[in-house]
């Protein structure tokens, strides 16, 4: 009878006294991000000649934009798909489909939702390079600050590929979200 009770508490336990996790439920983004590439700087500081400067890669810099869809169906992951659009030298105007997996890192009852995200992308539009490709990782966080609306902050380390010619980029990004769950805040 004593086993019978001390199960009946525990799952009274698990089923009644736990709070419920927040999650963002379907969210979209719209954010701006700037990125520097910094061995090209120092590449670029140390050429000689012209024909050094020609075989250079592109982009000192980037900066863009990006609007995502996503739904965070788990605690613990949530998923985002959209375009983005990155501006990284004067021939190089790239237009990005991406996929990016959210790992939310942060206790499940805060309202802030801290991540580490991957980021992967190909390019959708035809410009200098015919087919780039973007790969990033990132860490950041959603924060709301109404019932529907919120902040995203996140620290890029991205990869575009221009047709063979990489660059690496450390960036920082700020969007705002919007978010199906009502309850948060």
Known sequence: MK??????????????????????????????????????MIKQSQVTNE?????????????????????????????????RYSYVDPNFHVIYWTVQPFFIVSNPQDEEFTYISANFGTQINQTASKNAKLIGLSFGFFEPITKN??????????????????????????GITFFSNKKLQ
Do not use: H
């Not at 996503?70 to 998923?79: D, E, I, R, S, V």
């Not at 609306?149 to 700020?174: A, E, H, M, P, R």
């Open 51 to 83: 024909y050094q400067r020609q075989n250079l890669d592109p982009g000192k810099f980037n900066y863009g934009f990006a609007a995502q869809v996503g739904y965070q169906p788990l605690n613990w992951f949530a998923l985002g798909t959209g375009l």
């Open 3 to 40: 086993k019978f009770y001390f199960l009946l508490l525990l799952i009274s336990n698990f089923l009644f006294s736990q709070e419920k996790p927040n999650k963002l439920g379907v969210f979209g983004v719209v954010e701006a991000n700037i990125g520097f590439d910094v061995a090209a």
């Open 149 to 174: 609306l919120g902040n995203k902050f996140q620290i890029n380390l991205d990869v575009q590929n221009f047709d063979g010619n990489s660059t690496f980029f450390i960036g920082f990004s700020y």
